[in-house]
C-alpha cells in the first residue's frame, strides 16, 4: 500500500512539473495603476500608463500569454454650466507625445460618450467602463507592451479628473 501511494505521489509531481513546463497552467493577475491627477480644471488630460516597473510584470512579462481585459475607473468634475461629453484615447509610448486635442484625438478612442453634468460630478466604475470602451483589441495590445499614453478630452468645456485608475487583466503561463 506504502509503495502504491509513492508512486501516486510520483505520478502527480511529474504530471505538475511537465505542466508547468509546458505552460498549460496559467495564473491571472492583476496590474493597479493609480492615475495621478493635478486637480486643475482642463480639457485635454494626458497621462502615461505604465505598469513594467510593477513586480507582477516584472516577474511574468515573459510568460505573457494575453490581457484578458483592461478597466478604467474615474471621477470626473465638470465646473462649467454646461454639459460636457469626455472621450478617452490611448497610443503608443513609443509616439510622440500629444499635446494639443486634434493629435490626442488622432489616437484610437477607448473610451466614449461619458457625460459629465453642469456644475457636477461623473463616477466611472471598473465595473460600467466597459460599457463606454470601444477598440478594445487595440487597448488589450497596448496593454499587453506594458505602457500607454491616455488622453482624456472633453468636447469643448474644461473638466478635473479628481482621481482615477487603469486595471490591466494579464494571463501569464507558470
Not at 505604465?50 to 510584470?57: G, K, L, R, S
Not at 465638470?78 to 489616437?107: K, V, W
Not at 463606454?132 to 478635473?160: M, T
Amino acid at each position: 500500500m506504502l509503495k502504491v501511494c509513492k508512486n501516486f505521489l510520483v505520478l502527480g509531481l511529474a504530471l505538475v512539473i511537465l505542466l508547468t513546463g509546458c505552460g498549460l497552467i496559467s495564473v491571472t493577475f492583476l496590474l493597479d495603476e493609480d492615475i495621478d491627477t493635478t486637480g486643475v480644471p482642463a480639457d485635454l488630460f494626458i497621462y502615461n500608463v505604465d505598469v513594467t516597473d510593477e513586480e507582477d510584470w516584472e516577474d511574468h512579462k515573459d510568460d505573457i500569454q494575453q490581457v484578458n481585459w483592461v478597466s478604467f475607473e474615474f471621477y470626473l468634475t465638470n465646473p462649467g454650466g454646461a454639459d460636457i461629453s469626455f472621450d478617452g484615447y490611448i497610443d503608443d509610448i513609443d509616439n510622440a507625445l500629444c499635446t494639443t486635442i486634434p493629435c490626442a484625438e488622432g489616437a484610437t478612442r477607448v473610451l466614449k460618450d461619458i457625460t459629465i453634468p453642469a456644475g457636477g460630478s461623473t463616477h466611472i466604475s471598473m465595473g460600467n467602463s466597459f460599457a463606454y470602451q470601444e477598440n478594445v483589441d487595440i487597448l488589450k495590445n497596448l496593454a499587453e507592451s506594458g505602457a500607454f499614453h491616455f488622453y482624456g478630452v472633453s468636447d469643448g468645456g474644461a473638466f478635473v479628473l479628481d482621481s482615477g485608475r487603469v486595471v490591466v487583466a494579464i494571463v501569464a503561463g507558470i
